[in-house]
Every structure is written in structure tokens, then in C-alpha cells.
């Protein structure tokens, strides 16, 4: 049986402002776009518990907001802070948590099994942690304790603000039937009706049932529902890979005036890094260029991708950033491509193109052939935009 | 918290005449000192002016005199430009810094010689090597040795301290991550202000005012920033004895209120001993202050 901590901070933008401006406390506040005399577009990204007692909620029309709570105090929100106080709360919690996924700005698991004897009675813990978000950073939060991801959620959600709820293990069932069906992750707005419809108002409800009518009625999505209702989910964390970077550089001996050289250059760095990548089997998040000119200042450029492991992809965005970040006509000492931000390489068949499918088959085999020869036996070719010719740098 | 080292916080330099009425208060007579009230309120300076000039020990000797009523008060003495960047010295000149050292030491009031080389100081033999030949010059005085080119980047030294630089995230700036060095932290703040940095990089060399040349120092951190230096900070706690926070992002005296920031979190959140001059432009600090 596995201990899942579900840690969720409590309106936590308005929590943000409220460290900002201790004169927003007590008070309700609204982050989100400006209602503009009630003709603003745009919807609440968050809201204080003051404010929820007019009817507020997330994700509702900034315009619909102000109708009701045309007194309340209208922030915009100040997202660099709130990354910094959630790195922060990370930074707190991957003290004592053996396992943490950040699930979202303001959402943690953790998992503890197995802490007892180091932490005590998880609940006690658990209110210990909630006390220290609280004196270290001034951070309400809630805290779920479950068997599985689905149950801590739902535990650290029903006790709101700064609630814990220790669901014993063997009680999630009994535990989730009373509440409304909609307490479950993933119903919303397109699937309550139909529930409601077909006379499923609690968890309980759907529990009763059988899995088979549930899968009937509403296909997989259905037999997901059906499990989370009985207390079935996920009980292990998705953490990402532990290496944080796979990089390599090139200086020159003599620094380099040759925009063609430099391409030359980064392309076979691409390669390598790339190699490095699929190696391990997984993908990149995002590729970084580093440009340090012969003067040492040194530039560093980066950009987010979908994840992959393909040197074209990484080829044309790190292209693309040294040709935006190359701007002075000064020599080049160093050049550098980093990729980060690794997932593991999952199969998802249904993702890919056809195209793409067979480029994948090849780097499957450039990396067989590399395995089997060397990392030298094989390399791409680059097609010089000026002459719309294949150019092979690296064999003259 | 099981251990905390002892901490030194405050700031670089103390003469700015853009801290009246921010932090010293104005209309004040010709007697009024601003090293006596900065302080009643911090526990060291760095001193700056030494750098550019050998200082007259008469001066050296008012300053003592000034912080005489301070129970705890250091200063830490950055080393003249001829032992750094010109890297042209004899006798006479060390001769000179050490009568000054030994004046503050003696006193009890020295905290250390900030030794500052600039970003073409790279890590190679024969400036390690003139890093050791200071060193020895200097022996009998805790040392803070601020590099800034990347080769010396995860170099541990032992008889001296790396400074710790927090400086705008451009270039090959790295994270700010506190190093250790002969059980000390010598942690500098210069501030974050991105594109101030990166025009006084494109100015370098030209003529400028001192608006000009002071802007890229024009930062205050936010709260924000503040807590997550504060964990980083706290992190190397166990591994130190005593760890020095200078704040140089001056111009209006916002070093002195991120100053104060800094202490209350440091310090376990204890209400800070603050003038109600800061107050007035830094509101966000009633929060924390004792008054």
C-alpha cells in the first residue's frame, strides 16, 4: 500500500498578492484580467475565499465576476512571483519528500511510503509540513493523504482551506461514495449531464455499478471513471529524468569569422548531443545555443520545444537561434548546443505522421550503425540553402 | 533550525548621497554621521573607496571612532585596483594596505580583504599562481576572492573564499548557488536589472555620468526573489561558520531595504531594528519592522 501526499496551495495567486500587499488580506481578491467597469473580457484566473462567498470561481468571466462582486479588489497578477514562491515551495518540500511531482504552479505529490518510521504518523507529518509552508513562506496550503494520485487529490480538495484528510487505506471507497460525482478529476461540464442524466449523482453511485455497464455506456472513459470511483488510481509519481542537461561545445583555435564554418560546426554538435539523447532514450524539452564572441561576451539562447530527439528538429530551432543571436560582425570563439528538459521516450504510435514515422525508423538505424561501428561510421548531410545542393561538411 | 552561522549583512559602500531622505535623514547638521547611523542598524560594510585610492589612515581612524557605540561592526576592505587589474605593486603598496588592515584588525573591526579581479582573469597557471603570491602578501587577513570568468567556475579553495555573485541571468552568468570557502560565504548582490546590465556592457568604456554609470545597480528585489535567495542561502548553513551579504544594487537605497529584507529572513523572521526614514519609501517593510 503506497502513501500519497496531494499538497495543494490554497488560492495560492491571491496568497501571492497578499504577501505583496498586506492590504489585500481579509479582503476579497480577484487575479485575473481587468473587468474594466464590468466590460472586460478575459475570465479569474484565481480568487479569495472572500471573494468565493459572492459566487466567484476560477476560470468564470471576468465580466460575470464583476456583476457579482463589483467592490472586490482586481489584481492582474504578478507571474514571475508566482513561479518563484512555488520553486520555493518545491525547494521546501523536496527536503523531506523522497519522491515530488510538481503537477502544476501551485500542486505537489509526494510520495512517502515507506516514511513512517523516519516521519512519524503520517498525519501529524502532514501537519507539520503545512505549518512550515506557512511559517517559512506564508503559504496556506492543503494537504491529501491517499493510497493512490486520484484519492489524495480528492482528500486534499474537501477539506479546503488549509485542511488535511488522511483517507485510511481500505476506506477510499467509503470515503469517496457521499460526494458528488463531480469531485471526480476529469468530470466536467460535457460528461456531468450525462450522468446526471442517466441518474449517477454521487461517487457512491457510480460505484455501485458494475465496470462493465460503465464501459458499455461510456467507453474507456467510463471504465476510468468507474475505477476512480472505487478508489483506483495512479500510485506512482511521474518524475522526470534526473540529468538535467547533455551538452557540448566547440572552441576554435583560432576564433572564426565563416558563418558557413559555424554552421559546420552546429550541426555536428546537434549530432552529438542528439546521439547522446537517443542513447538514453529520451527526448528533448528544449535546445539552448551558446555563442561567445572573441571578446568573451557570451551569449546564451533558448527555446522550448516539443519533446523529440531528432536532429532535424533540433537542427533547424538551434539554425534559428544562432541566426537571431549572431548579430555582431565580431569572430566566434565558442560555440556551444545544449538540450534539456528531458522526458523519457514513450511510444505513441497514433502521435506521429507517416513522415515522421520513417524518420524514426532511420534514427533507429543511425543508431544501430553507430552502435555497431562508431559514432564516426555515419553522418548526416546538410543542404546548403544557397546552392539547394546536399553538402556532406565533415567528408570535404 | 539546528545551526545558524553568524551572519553579517549589509551593504556596499555607505556614502551615497541618494539615500537622504530614503534611509538618512535629511536636514541634518554638518556632525551628523552617515557611517554612525548605518551603524546602528547593520553589522558590516564593505568598504569601497580603497579600491581606487590608499586610504589615509587618519580616515581609517575617524571611522573607528564612529563605529565606536556599534557592538559588532566589520568592515571588509576591497583590495586597491594595483593589485587587481593593473597588476602593478611593490612593497610600499602592500606596506600601505597592510598599516590600514592592521589598524581595522587590531580594532577588531576587520572583517576581511575583498581581492576583485576582472572577467579576463581567467583560471590558468600563472594567475592561479598570482592569486598565491596575494595571498601570501596578505596572510594574517581572511581573503574573498571574487572571479568572474567561467574557468573558474566549481574550483574549491580552502584558505581563501570565492565570492558569491548574484547578478542579471545574461551571458554565461551563472545560477546563483552560495559557494563555501575556508568556512565562509562572501555573497555579493548586484541586482537583476537586465537591461541596464546589458546597455553598460554596449557603453563600456565610454564616457558616462554617474546616473548612467550607476543604473545597472538600480534593482530591488521583490519578494519573491528575496525567499528563494533565502533557501538557497540557508542550504549551506551547516557548512559555514560565518557568511557575509553585501548588497551593492545602491542607487536610492534600495541595498538597504532588500538589506533588511534579507535579515528578517535569515534571521527565523525576527522584527528588524529599522529608521522610519526606509519605511516612508519602502512600505512593504512595515511588515517586518520592529518599530
Known amino acids: 500500500m503506497r502513501t500519497i501526499f496531494h499538497l495543494d496551495l490554497d488560492a495560492f495567486f491571491v496568497s501571492v498578492e497578499r504577501i505583496l500587499d498586506p492590504a489585500l488580506i481579509g479582503k476579497p481578491v480577484i487575479v485575473g484580467a481587468n473587468p474594466e467597469k464590468g466590460e472586460g473580457r478575459g475570465v479569474v484566473a484565481a480568487c479569495s475565499y472572500e471573494a468565493r462567498e459572492y459566487g466567484l470561481h476560477s476560470a468564470m468571466p471576468i465580466r460575470q465576476a464583476y456583476q457579482l462582486c463589483p467592490h ?325 | 533550525m539546528n545551526y545558524a552561522p553568524k551572519l553579517y549583512i549589509g551593504t556596499a559602500g555607505w556614502s551615497y548621497k541618494d539615500w537622504v531622505p530614503n534611509f538618512y535623514p535629511s536636514g541634518e547638521s554638518k556632525e551628523f554621521s552617515w557611517l554612525e547611523f548605518y551603524s546602528r542598524y547593520f553589522n558590516v560594510v564593505e568598504v569601497n573607496s580603497s579600491y581606487y585610492t590608499y586610504i589615509n589612515p587618519n580616515i581609517i581612524k575617524g571611522w573607528l571612532k564612529k563605529v565606536e557605540d556599534a557592538e559588532e561592526f566589520l568592515f571588509t576592505f576591497k583590495l586597491h585596483q594595483d593589485f587587481t587589474h593593473k597588476r602593478y605593486y611593490g612593497n610600499d603598496q602592500v606596506n600601505a594596505i597592510r598599516y590600514n588592515l592592521d589598524m581595522l584588525k587590531e580594532a577588531e573591526r576587520l572583517g576581511g580583504i575583498l581581492i576583485q579581479f576582472p572577467y579576463s582573469f581567467d583560471c590558468c597557471e600563472p594567475n592561479i599562481e598570482y592569486v598565491g603570491e596575494l595571498i601570501r602578501n596578505f596572510d594574517g587577513y581572511d581573503k574573498f576572492v571574487e572571479v568572474r570568468h567561467a574557468s573558474w567556475n566549481n574550483k574549491r579553495a580552502k584558505s581563501i573564499t570565492f565570492c558569491t555573485i548574484d547578478q542579471p541571468q545574461i551571458g554565461q552568468a551563472i545560477e546563483f548557488v552560495p559557494v563555501v570557502g575556508n568556512g565562509c560565504a562572501y555573497i555579493r548582490f548586484h541586482g537583476r536589472n537586465e537591461e541596464a546590465w546589458k546597455r553598460s556592457i554596449s557603453n563600456y568604456g565610454k564616457i558616462q555620468t554617474y546616473e548612467e554609470q550607476n543604473q545597472r545597480y538600480q534593482y530591488l528585489y521583490s519578494p519573491g526573489e528575496l525567499t528563494e535567495i533565502n533557501q538557497k542561502i540557508r542550504e549551506i548553513y551547516d557548512k559555514v561558520k560565518k557568511v557575509f551579504v553585501i548588497m551593492n544594487n545602491h542607487p536610492h537605497g534600495d541595498a538597504v531595504a532588500n538589506a533588511f529584507e534579507l535579515m528578517h529572513l535569515l534571521k527565523e523572521k525576527v522584527k528588524v531594528k529599522m529608521p522610519q526614514t526606509i519605511l516612508k519609501e519602502y512600505p512593504r517593510l512595515k511588515q517586518i519592522s520592529s518599530n
Not at chain 1, 569569422?257 to 539523447?277: A, D, H, N, Y
Not at chain 1, 528531458?342 to 532511420?362: A, D, S, T, V, W
Open chain 1, 72 to 396: 472586490g479588489i482586481y489584481v492582474h497578477g504578478s507571474h514571475g512571483e508566482y513561479s518563484r514562491y512555488s520553486r520555493a515551495v518545491g525547494s521546501l518540500l523536496g527536503k523531506y519528500a523522497p519522491q515530488l511531482e510538481k503537477a502544476s504552479i501551485d500542486e505537489y505529490y509526494m510520495d512517502f511510503t515507506g516514511c513512517r518510521h523516519m516521519y512519524g504518523s503520517m498525519f501529524s507529518f502532514a501537519t507539520r509540513l503545512q505549518r512550515e509552508i506557512w511559517e517559512k513562506l506564508s503559504l496556506p496550503c492543503s494537504i491529501g493523504i491517499g493510497s493512490n494520485k486520484t484519492v489524495a487529490k480528492i482528500g486534499s480538495d474537501c477539506m479546503k482551506p488549509r485542511g488535511i484528510t488522511y483517507i485510511i487505506p481500505g476506506m477510499e471507497k467509503e470515503f469517496l461514495a457521499p460526494m458528488p460525482v463531480e469531485t471526480i478529476p476529469g468530470v466536467g461540464k460535457m460528461t456531468l449531464p450525462e450522468l446526471h442524466a442517466k441518474g449517477f449523482y454521487t461517487i457512491g453511485d457510480v460505484s455501485s455499478a458494475s465496470e462493465e455497464y460503465f464501459g458499455a455506456a461510456f467507453g474507456k472513459m467510463g471504465i476510468s471513471l468507474w475505477r476512480k470511483a472505487n478508489g483506483e488510481g495512479t500510485e506512482y509519481l511521474s518524475t522526470p529524468v534526473d540529468q538535467k542537461s547533455i551538452s557540448s561545445e566547440r572552441t576554435y583555435g583560432n576564433d572564426v569569422l565563416s558563418i558557413s564554418q559555424m554552421e559546420e560546426t552546429l550541426q555536428k554538435l546537434t549530432g552529438k548531443v542528439c546521439q547522446q539523447v537517443r542513447d538514453e532514450g529520451w527526448q528533448a524539452g528544449k535546445v539552448s545555443l551558446k555563442l561567445r564572441y572573441s571578446d568573451f561576451v557570451t551569449l546564451s539562447r533558448d527555446k522550448t520545444i516539443k519533446p523529440t530527439d531528432d536532429d532535424k528538429v533540433v537542427l533547424e530551432t538551434i539554425m534559428d537561434l544562432f541566426h537571431k543571436a549572431y548579430t555582431r560582425r565580431v569572430a566566434v570563439r565558442l560555440l556551444g548546443v545544449k538540450l534539456g528538459k528531458f522526458n523519457e521516450f514513450f511510444e505513441q504510435g497514433q502521435l506521429f505522421e507517416e513522415k515522421e514515422e520513417i524518420r524514426k525508423r532511420m534514427l533507429k538505424a543511425v543508431t544501430g550503425l553507430r552502435d555497431k561501428f562508431g559514432y564516426e561510421s555515419i553522418q548526416f548531410g546538410r543542404t546548403d540553402p544557397k546552392s539547394n545542393r546536399m553538402s556532406n561538411p565533415f567528408r570535404g
